[in-house]
């Protein structure tokens, strides 16, 4: 898969060993080596996206492309930090690249300026993981059928606000995990405290292959919450999804995200929306209380560092083969500050 370079451990360049040592020590040679050789498609740069992105860069991915068809607008400046100052109305990825160039000369980073949706299906079949942002729910479904089918890892999310949330299919996913040996006692020794201790305590490790199954994007959001099984999954189900369910469906209806400079006019939308949205999921409208609506406007910064982080975190758990990831969604409350992994899909 990578081919072997003179002067460097394993088939990687000197260079590269000096500048990912401490990733390498981290999560392996191997691991690093997956990473090398990965290219990544990464779409709608917001102050999301920019966080997608510096992580993936620093982490050494052969190759980020980033794609945005949008104009840098003053919105953008709140969150978006590899945007330089003065560059309004330039497109998005193209007003992204040198900085983000900047941050790791040995990744190969391209800015794509054309529209996800004018791409056809053989474009996305040169990555190795697509992660979108800033898509309707139609396009995200779409292309997440496209990499499901060839094998692509797939992810998207978006920062609503102080909330934020990110979702992956991996398909049949195989990742090795680290474990640590059980100390075997000796026959006739007593088994105390002190045993106990000794079998906990071990220092060696093993790696252990799993595999695991993800659901695609259109069955997670598709739940049938109407049988006695989900009433009762329903309680140990976090708001958010409805949430998000509900802010999907403003972007779908007005071709955007809710908007600060049209508050008052937004915020009835929501309430309008949340109550179609849960009435059609057979539930009560009472699960998104009234002031939702206050705290999902714009792209807060932090609540971009955070998700960003975890999302370049399950794109790098998933091109290295290591760690167990995050089956199939993380959402992240920035007003609680707490963030929770829910699995969610076919029963």
Not at 50 to 74: F, P, R
Not at 145 to 150: P, V
Not at 187 to 216: H, I, N, W, Y
Not at 225 to 233: D, H
């Amino acid at each position: 898969m990578v081919e072997k370079e003179e002067g460097g451990p394993g088939g990687i360049s000197e260079e590269e060993a000096a500048q990912y040592d401490r990733q390498i020590r981290l999560w392996g040679l191997e691991a690093q080596k997956r990473l090398r050789a990965s290219r990544v498609l990464l779409v709608g740069m917001k102050g999301l996206g920019a966080e997608v992105a510096k992580n993936l860069i620093l982490a050494g991915v052969k190759g980020l492309t980033m794609l945005d068809h949008q104009q840098v607008s003053q919105e953008d400046t709140r969150a978006q930090f590899l945007i330089p100052v003065g560059s309004l109305g330039r497109n998005r990825a193209e007003a992204s690249l040198e900085r983000a160039q900047n941050l790791n000369p040995m990744v190969d980073v391209k800015a794509d300026p054309e529209s996800v949706e004018s791409k056809p299906e053989e474009f996305f079949t040169q990555f190795d993981a697509v992660c979108l942002t800033c898509c309707s729910r139609d396009v995200m479904v779409k292309i997440d059928q496209i990499c499901h089918k060839n094998s692509i890892k797939f992810f998207t999310g978006d920062v609503f606000g102080y909330h934020g949330y990110m979702f992956a299919d991996l398909g049949e996913h195989e990742f090795v995990e680290e474990k640590t040996k059980v100390a075997k006692v000796s026959p006739g020794v007593e088994d105390g405290p002190d045993t106990k201790k000794a079998k906990l305590d071990s220092s060696e490790t093993t790696m252990v292959k799993k595999r695991v199954v993800f659901c695609q994007l259109k069955e997670a959001l598709a739940v049938d919450w109407s049988g006695e099984k989900a009433k009762t999954a329903l309680k140990r189900t976090t708001p958010d999804y409805f949430l998000l369910q509900v802010l999907l469906k403003f972007r779908t209806d007005n071709g955007r995200d809710p908007s600060p400079q049209n508050y008052a006019e937004d915020s009835k939308l929501l309430l309008q929306i949340r109550r179609d949205v849960l009435e059609a999921l057979g539930i009560g409208a009472d699960l998104l209380p009234d002031e939702f609506v206050s705290y999902c406007f714009s792209e807060m910064a932090p609540v971009c560092a955070v998700v960003g982080g975890v999302l370049g975190q399950e794109v790098v758990k998933a091109l290295s083969q290591r760690d167990p990831p995050h089956n199939n969604f993380f959402f992240f409350d920035g007003i609680k500050g707490n963030g929770i992994v829910e699995c969610l899909g076919p029963s």
